[in-house]
């Protein structure tokens, strides 16, 4: 009997959709163990890209052929990433672990700045263009809707896209009391973002749901189809 890989995948398969499908029941050993090939896994895929992708490419390749064509500008470019490869690795000493902490510095500064970038040029500016088209009546007419309609959704659009970053704002003033408070035209704003973004949360929750509910649909069918083709090839 030659066993295919298809037979080995669909098997793998099986076992992990049951084992993993065994938190119905509550927490236990069997999850546990899916739980923990699953996370090996992940941590042995990182590793391996960030070596081939990153380190060998960028770190390895390029000292290597420093070293090979004595080339000092190169190489004056590669004392800093080398030194924060050393930093990184003296976290395994429990001593030395303090230095890595330039590193780190450096890594979550940089990562903050790529954050808070990617939210003002990705989310903020595209969401403020979205808000203002929908007042435009040339994409109106393009979409053949009228003119009442667009004031409409781009009023609903504007009250929401307000009101939301309102209920964000955190400035506020002592009282004479000693305790703080917000404005009251920020509160007020905030009170009906608080409804915009229940709404929200609650179409992501039920999207997030449907997606979910799906998907262990999927598992049941790929459960009953597997153990019927293995019914059928002993039959056969």
Known sequence: MIISADMISGVLSFIFTILVLSYLIGDNALFRIAVYIFVGVASGYAASVIWLQVLTPRLFIPTRSVLMTGD???????????????????????RLSGVARITMAFLVGAGAAVILAGAVIGTLIPQINATINFFDPQLAAERNISLAEVLG????????????LAYFHFGTRPKADGSTNRLAPIEILAWIGRIFIGI???????????????????RLSFLFEFIDSLFSMFRS
Request: proline letters at 4%; hydrophobic letters at 65%; zero cysteines.
């Open 72 to 94: 000092l500008t190169q190489g004056a470019l590669l004392i800093v990433p080398w030194l924060g490869f050393g930093f990184i690795l003296m976290k395994l000493s429990p």
């Open 200 to 218: 929200t949360l609650g179409v992501i929750f039920a999207g997030v749901f449907a997606a979910a509910l799906t998907a262990f649909i999927e």
């Open 153 to 164: 959704n781009g009023a609903i659009i504007l009250v929401g896209a307000v009101t939301s």
